[in-house]
Nanobody
Framework: QVQLVESGGGLVQVGDSLRLSCAASGRSFNDYAAGWFRQIPGKEREFVAAISSWSGSNTDYADSVKGRFTLSRDNAKNTVWLQMNSLKSEDTAVYYC?????????????????????WGQGTQVTVSS
């Protein structure tokens, strides 16, 4: 079992940056792949980014955030970060951190919500124009 807590959301202007954190507890986070998803009212939760377990050598991003968002992890701190630059108004959403066991860091990254077993409570990101 692993528990996830997101932080770092807030209200920013278009073009600003934010860094979201996902802190894991409960057991070693080394062998968990992590993902970020976002959701706005009335719409399904959508994939944002994912990072492989262990070294985090593999990452994947939604086309809408590619080149602007960067995912990284520090297993010693049991934390995953989502650095969001050049924010747009359409990035406004509740952002959720998720995790799934991935014993091999070379395995494929999951972009579907039903592939993740553990979820945080979400953090609101609002980008104002």
């Amino acid at each position: 079992q692993v528990q996830l807590v997101e932080s770092g959301g807030g209200l920013v202007q278009v073009g600003d940056s934010l860094r979201l954190s996902c802190a894991a507890s409960g057991r070693s986070f080394n062998d968990y792949a992590a993902g970020w998803f976002r959701q706005i009212p009335g719409k399904e939760r959508e994939f944002v980014a994912a990072i492989s377990s262990w070294s985090g050598s593999n990452t994947d991003y939604a086309d809408s955030v590619k080149g602007r968002f960067t995912l990284s992890r520090d297993n010693a701190k049991n934390t995953v970060w989502l650095q969001m630059n050049s924010l747009k108004s359409e990035d406004t959403a509740v952002y959720y951190c998720a995790a799934r066991l991935q014993y091999s860091s070379t395995g494929s990254l999951a972009t579907l919500t039903n592939k993740y077993n553990y979820w945080g409570q979400g953090t609101q990101v609002t980008v104002s124009s």
